[in-house]
């Protein structure tokens, strides 16, 4: 036989509630509900007992007394668990529960087996303290009642007669209920039957238009009078359903109808609220269900308090046959207050801003902006603006809301009338009255107190110069008529001096009394510093490690002046510190930790930044004008005799050498290598063979086809020919460029890079004050410019392939690199000395002070290098015979080189690395790898690398001062160089 089972919705004014028809048991327990899983069902709750009427925590008090229990929450926000410590008989027990009542039941029976006392806990609790066995209900449908009379209705609605819901008789009139009348549907299932069948009714479900108990089923409906259909409260009323709560404690009926969200609260604490979907719209939009001794009631609304309320409607109807509940909005009550209900009493009880809407009615408009500027706890302000009938309100808060509410308050006491005989106690009235003393909070903090209390008063900074040389601010204002003055070396800090001597000059209110800030910090004039982490010294702990930690927490029944408490996690080490808000804790804890951990006190430590290390008195170091005019002459004549009228070159670059030995001042030039380009290969056509060339700009192809000249010439030292550029060392098996070759570099723009950012800086060393002033950057991909390069920023080939960025330093970096490295590269180091630049002739873009830095300064601090390595300071020097207008025309993709000795010029096409007809290009890593084989068949040593990247590191004190460069550029912070990926290497034979 199937359960039978009913359910009939209930709504009152603003949403709607479902009740359950309940069993007819007439001696039910009192049940207890715990999540325990049916193995059935397992999405099914059971009802379970207390074992002898009493639970495992009342059993363990009555044993052992004084028991403390420590509690602490975990997990999620709409899902807590709650976790409980015990200490008793001098053992600790704990356990976790989803409520504190269940972990300390559990910890109740943990600590009463444990002791010795599991035989009064009964044979089958649980763990929990719960019996698994759920009692039987016996459901049976309830007894023949005659038809509903709809002309009794009418009657009665017109007389306005009362109902007696206590009969049996089933004729009742809906409306008086509250809520409003909709259409019967069935809403859910009993317990027994929910999570159970197929479709959405289940099996031992009814539809609305089935059958129902012993009846059901043959899908014939039977008459009023022999089914249990979807019932609405006033029909359980009618029906006797209280009936069926025998152990329903005592209310006060008159309470519960006035306050039944409370009432519920008290005869049921423990009670579980579950919010669930509603349909989303109307009254119906929150919905809202609990279950009570085994019975689910639901509960509807537009908001979730509404929902709540109509949930404990329901529930106290269908217990106690409440159905005349009263109106009023659910609020405290006060025996001491009389109850009212007048215009102004019922006015009293809406929110402020819905009380102004109904003062004001259309004539009013709200705005709300915030303030550029923080408060001195950094938080944001927010100022709202009212206009009601042509006056403006205003007031300040920390969100939004806050104003809204306080520039309601305000102009609610403008605008409702005065009470007799009797003074308006609000904030506003307190600070805006004209008579007797006004009551200030020294609790807050006093600019947001000033700021409420006079929004008129303009306050006029004027930024100086202090003693030391260094800004200080003068804030001046007036208030009530008096002028008042605050200096101090920010303006917020003389802003807050200026109101603090305001209250105590107006207000007659000490400096002390003021316990949201810190009085000693406010008034110390501390020495200043251009350094800004002088100032800060939590800047300064997170730039030193920056995975220090900071937890805040907050304590209530502490001093205002250490409310706050932080602790700074520092490796395995902690430092804690107390403030009046959440930064000055901060501060005292980073404080603490720069002093242990680091030897620092951040009032006096100043750190040498970027632009401290750049900015010197050295002198200029520059090429004479007639040299570079000299070399820029050649470099021309050399292109167009090799190039042949080639005119879409917008960057040409040129490695030149200069013959000293007849005369110093007007050597013998040469052009060895010239190359062209703006543009870099793209991520995808990158290989790991050695023959596609990364970066075709003019410098660096210039640069390669230098370095092919350079093995050209080694081969020749090799093979004993005089005539070459190198000399053996004596007691040496390495050769070194002879003393009367010099190299320069000749550019027909600024490199691209940081020498070139800020080459159109007028004023004498701007550039270097700027914050990226010395940084590092990387080539954009696909297109022309750099941007500065990202931090921990580590290529990979697979992540290229994917499509991540391809990042290729700037050329002013990469002559950085020469400058400390020289140009001859790693493979060429193994058998030559390094071969540094004498001069670098720039042609369009011209900077001095930003090509020093660019160039050189920026490694200033790479020391102890080994050998013949050091840090190299070209001169520098530009041709006055340049054209100097800006080439606005389209770059072309190709890149040409040319080097000593080739007859014609080769195209590479920049972005897929090869030559226009797809072969390698001669100055691939391929040809360098075969020009470094043949040089080793001619060299003493016989060592036989087998990969690029080996042949690479047989030069040793080449590498120890690249690792050096590498740290220097870190130690002045100029970033963290950035290379191609490991397997980019590692081709061979």
């Keep these: 036989m199937d359960v039978d089972q009913v359910k009939r919705k209930h709504t009152d004014e603003d949403g709607g509630s479902s009740i359950q028809q309940p069993p007819t048991h007439q001696n039910i327990p009192f049940l207890k509900e715990e999540d325990i899983k049916s193995e059935e069902s397992p999405n099914k709750k059971q009802a379970v007992m207390w074992s002898g009427g009493k639970n495992p925590v009342q059993l363990l008090h009555e044993k052992f007394q004084d028991i403390e229990y420590e509690f602490s929450q975990d997990g999620v926000a709409h899902e ?7 200490q008793i008989n001098g053992e600790n027990f704990e356990a976790i529960g989803l409520s504190k009542q269940k972990a300390k039941s559990k910890v109740a029976v943990l600590a009463l087996r444990q ?23 016996n459901y049976e449908p309830f007894g023949t009642k005659s038809p509903i009379d709809l002309n009794l209705l009418n009657k009665q609605k017109s007389e306005n007669l009362d109902i007696d819901f206590t009969s049996d008789n089933t004729e009742f009139f809906e409306s008086q209920m509250p809520g409003r009348e909709r259409d019967e549907r069935l809403l859910y299932a009993p317990p027994s039957s929910r999570n159970s069948g197929l479709g959405p009714w289940g099996s031992n479900r009814y539809s609305p238009t089935s059958g129902y108990g012993r009846n059901g089923g043959n899908g014939q409906r039977p008459g009023v009078a022999h089914i249990m259909g979807p019932m609405s409260p006033p029909q359980a009323v009618a029906h006797k359903f209280s009936q069926l709560f025998s152990n329903r404690p005592a209310i006060n009926v008159e309470k519960a109808r006035t306050f039944p ?10 009670i579980k609220i579950e919010w669930t979907e509603g349909s989303g719209r109307g009254d119906r939009q929150f919905k809202v269900e609990a279950e009570v001794q085994g019975r689910r009631f639901f509960g509807e609304g537009r908001s979730k308090k509404i929902a709540k309320l109509n949930l404990a409607k329901t529930i106290l109807l269908c217990m106690y046959d409440i159905h005349d509940f009263k109106d009023a909005v659910e609020t405290t009550p006060k025996s001491s207050q009389k109850k009212s209900t007048d215009h102004e009493t019922q006015m009293e009880k809406k929110f402020p801003l819905t009380q102004l809407k109904t003062l004001a009615g259309d004539d009013l408009t709200i705005d709300v902006q915030q303030q550029d500027e923080l408060n001195d706890q950094g938080e944001k302000i927010f100022i709202a603006t009212i206009v009601v009938r042509g006056v403006a309100y205003e007031a300040i808060g920390k969100h939004k809301n806050l104003a809204r509410l306080r520039a309601a308050k305000k102009a609610l006491d403008s605008l409702r009338p005065k009470k007799e005989g009797g003074s308006d106690s609000s904030l506003n009235d307190s600070m805006n009255s004209d008579s007797g003393p006004k009551e200030v909070d020294t609790t807050r903090h006093p600019t947001m107190v000033f700021y409420e209390m006079y929004r008129d008063v303009q306050f006029n900074c004027e930024e100086t110069k202090g003693s030391n040389g260094l800004n200080e601010y003068l804030v001046e204002a007036e208030v009530e008529g008096k002028k008042y003055t605050g200096k101090a070396c920010s303006k917020k800090k003389a802003k807050l001096r200026l109101v603090l001597n305001a209250f105590e000059d107006l207000r007659d209110i000490p400096l002390a009394e003021w316990s949201g800030i810190d009085l000693n910090e406010t008034m110390e004039d501390r020495t200043l510093s251009n350094n800004p982490a002088a100032n800060h010294p939590i800047v300064l702990l997170l730039k030193l490690n920056p995975q220090t930690r900071f937890v805040v927490t907050e304590d209530y029944d502490c001093e205002i002046t250490s409310k706050y408490k932080a602790i700074a996690y520092v490796g395995d080490r902690q430092f804690s510190g107390e403030g009046p808000n959440k930064k000055c804790a901060k501060t005292v804890a980073a404080r603490g930790a720069l002093q242990e951990l680091f030897g620092i006190d951040a009032d006096n430590y100043v750190e040498e930044t970027r632009n401290d290390i750049f900015e010197d008195n050295e002198p200029k170091k520059e090429v004479p004008v007639e040299l570079s005019n000299r070399i820029a002459d050649a470099v021309q004549k050399k292109f167009l005799e090799v190039f042949q009228g080639e005119t879409q070159c917008k960057v040409i670059a040129a490695f030149v050498v200069a013959d000293c030995q007849t005369s110093i001042e007007e050597p013998d030039l040469r052009v060895v290598s010239i190359g062209t380009g703006t543009k870099c290969i793209t991520g995808e056509m990158i290989d790991h063979k050695g023959q596609t060339l990364n970066d075709c700009h003019g410098e660096i192809i210039a640069c390669r ?24 060392i004596p007691s040496t098996k390495k050769y070194r460029l002879k003393a009367q070759h010099k190299i320069y570099l000749f550019v027909n723009t600024a490199p691209c890079g ?21 940084l590092l950057r990387t080539k954009i991909e696909n297109g022309q410019g750099t941007i500065p390069v990202p931090e921990n920023n580590i290529q990979t080939s697979d992540g290229i392939l994917e499509g991540e960025r391809l990042r290729t330093m700037s050329c002013s970096d990469k002559i950085l690199k020469w400058n400390a490295l020289g140009v001859q590269g790693a493979l060429l180091s193994y058998f030559i000395d390094p071969i540094y630049l004498e001069g670098i002739v720039i042609g369009l873009h011209y900077n001095y002070d930003a090509l020093c830095r660019a160039l050189y300064k920026r490694a200033i601090k790479m020391d102890d290098c080994p050998g013949d390595y050091r840090l190299n ?3 520098l020097g530009s041709p006055n015979n340049m054209e100097t207008s800006r080439d606005t025309s389209k770059a072309t993709s190709n890149s040409f080189n040319w080097y000593h000795q080739e007859r014609t010029a080769e195209a590479v096409n920049a972005t897929n690395g090869k030559t226009v007809i797809l072969t390698p290009s001669r100055l691939c890593k391929l040809n360098f790898f075969d020009k470094f084989m043949q040089s080793l068949k001619l060299h003493p040593d016989r060592v036989e690398p087998r990969t690029y990247q080996s042949a690479k590191s047989y030069a040793t004190d080449y590498q120890k001062t690249k690792e050096l460069f590498f740290k220097s550029l870190e130690d002045t912070t100029c970033g963290k160089w950035i290379g191609k990926p490991y397997e980019h290497d590692m081709f061979g034979y």
């Excluded at 806990?121 to 698994?132: A, F, I, N, V």
Aim: net charge neutral; proline share 5%; charged share 30%.
């Design 80 to 86: 807590p668990k709650f976790k409980v410590k015990a």
């Design 754 to 774: 940081d020498g070139r950012v800020f080459t159109l800086q007028t004023q004498q060393q701007q550039g270097a004050k700027n914050k990226t002033a010395g």
């Design 705 to 728: 086809g230098f370095r092919r000249f350079m093995f050209d010439e080694l081969i020749k030292a090799l093979k004993s020919d005089e005539d070459t550029l190198f000399e053996r």
């Design 873 to 875: 300071r070209p001169a």
């Design 115 to 137: 002791l010795g006392f599991g035989n009064i806990l009964g044979e089958e609790l649980t763990d929990e303290g719960y019996r698994k066995e759920a009692p039987i209900w």
């Design 261 to 270: 969200v409370m009432v519920l609260s008290e005869i049921f604490p423990d």
